[in-house]
């Protein structure tokens, strides 16, 4: 399983994934990008919000996941749709984590909703992408072959 934490902070959902045994998590977060490092000792981008929005996320590498902890309520709603797009062409799914409903999921994001669990007003959303297609994914292992 590979993971990219998107806004990574100093690493707590990361450290979650660590834990859980996930053995190839990228962080990525232009402010908090040494702290994450110092916790994690994983490798970090410091891409921004607008950087993923204009694509820097690229098809150099696809994830299984992104995860985005207490962080995606915080974009700009004028990118969410272009944010949202790029990360839907590089993941097959999607986990928002945050305290409240937001951000809300427009239909054309290219995410559809595949569960959400609230718990002590934490609102958790796994999206599935519908722009990546399965075929299209390729990993680092995949190029090695």
């Known amino acids: 399983m590979s993971v990219f934490d998107l806004a990574c902070g100093s690493g707590e959902a990361s450290a979650a994934f660590q834990q859980a045994g996930v053995k190839e998590i990228v962080g990525c977060d232009p402010y908090t990008h040494e702290a994450f490092v110092k916790r994690t000792g994983l490798p970090v981008r410091m891409d921004s919000f607008m950087d993923v929005a204009k694509g820097s996320l690229g098809m150099i590498k696809a994830y299984d996941v992104i ?15 272009s944010l949202c797009l790029s990360m839907a062409l590089v993941s097959k799914y999607l986990l928002i984590i945050s305290p409240h409903k937001f951000p809300i999921m427009k239909e054309d994001y290219g995410w559809e909703l595949m569960q959400e669990k609230i718990d002590s007003r934490v609102h958790c959303r796994l999206f599935k992408s519908k722009l990546l297609n399965d075929c299209l994914l390729y990993t680092s292992d995949a190029a090695d072959e």
């Not at 995860?67 to 749709?81: N, R």
């Open 67 to 81: 995860v985005c902890s207490y962080a995606l309520h915080l974009a700009p709603l004028s990118l969410m749709s």
